[in-house]
């Protein structure tokens, strides 16, 4: 079992800054990807950020240029640093991982349970 625990969500007003954190822990072997993903209220969950264990990165056109996305491979840890932030960032976001369990060598998709930004003045 794989679990993934998420932090630094909360409020902030725009143009301000906000740094997610997530660790994985549980049976893992390797991970192959983390990423981010969010979800605002009437919105369709949406991929915001995600990087391989090599350092490779996507990023929603959304966010280029403003959030970052870095990970430590031996913390199995991925953070996501978000500047310039804008109203239209608020949403619900989940922290996700790819990789393979040490239990069976079974593939395993694992998700956060959420944590919620609010851009607001």
């Known amino acids: 079992q794989v679990q993934l625990v998420e932090s630094g969500g909360g409020l902030v007003q725009p143009g301000g800054s906000l740094r997610l954190s997530c660790a994985a822990s549980g049976t893992i072997f390797s991970i192959n990807a983390m990423g981010w993903y969010r979800q605002a209220p009437g919105k369709q969950r949406e991929l915001v950020a995600a990087i391989t264990s090599g350092g490779s990165t996507n990023y929603a056109d959304s966010v280029k240029g403003r959030f970052t996305i870095s990970r430590d491979n031996a913390k199995n840890t991925v953070y996501l640093q978000m500047n310039s932030l804008k109203p239209e960032d608020t949403a619900v976001y989940y922290c996700?991982?790819?990789?393979?369990?040490?239990?069976?060598?079974?593939?395993?998709?694992?998700w956060g349970q959420g944590t919620q930004v609010t851009v607001s003045s």
């Open positions: 996700n991982a790819d990789g393979r369990s040490s239990y069976g060598n079974y593939p395993f998709n694992s």
